[in-house]
């Protein structure tokens, strides 16, 4: 398993393929609280559609991931693999009009995760 992980960060994966499994993570670990759709149960679950966390500067839109918001029902989702994550927020950034481009690899999850 652990190889098959490590395989996973030195493959540049496709925007498709980031897409298909982020959609199908995100509506499992994602979708009760921001909703399918991306339109949130605001307060409480901000819309992540035209999010600026999500449609502005990468780093806060991992930050935000990775580690939780204090005071928040935001929890650290540091559980989940590299590729998961990067496909979730591959997802984020390209769904519902969230035409952002980015395309965030394992890799970059992993980067992101050692300064935390």
């Known amino acids: 398993l652990a190889?098959?992980?490590e395989a996973s960060m030195d493959k540049d994966w496709s925007?498709?393929?980031l897409m298909d499994k982020g959609q199908a993570a995100y509506n499992t670990k994602c979708g009760a609280c921001h909703q399918i759709n991306g339109q949130g149960l605001p307060p409480a679950?901000?819309?992540?559609t035209g999010s600026a966390i999500v449609t502005g500067d990468l780093q806060p839109h991992l930050d935000i991931?990775?580690?939780g918001k204090a005071g928040t029902a935001?929890?650290?989702?540091n559980t989940l693999s590299d590729l998961e994550?990067?496909?979730?927020?591959t997802y984020e950034r390209n769904a519902w009009g969230n035409d952002t481009g980015n395309i965030v690899q394992p890799r970059d999850i992993k980067a992101a995760s050692r300064f935390d």
């Open 15 to 17: 925007m498709e393929e």
């Open 45 to 48: 679950f901000p819309a992540l």
């Open 65 to 67: 991931v990775l580690n």
């Open 74 to 77: 935001m929890v650290a989702w």
């Open 85 to 89: 994550l990067a496909a979730i927020i």
């Open 3 to 5: 190889a098959a992980a």
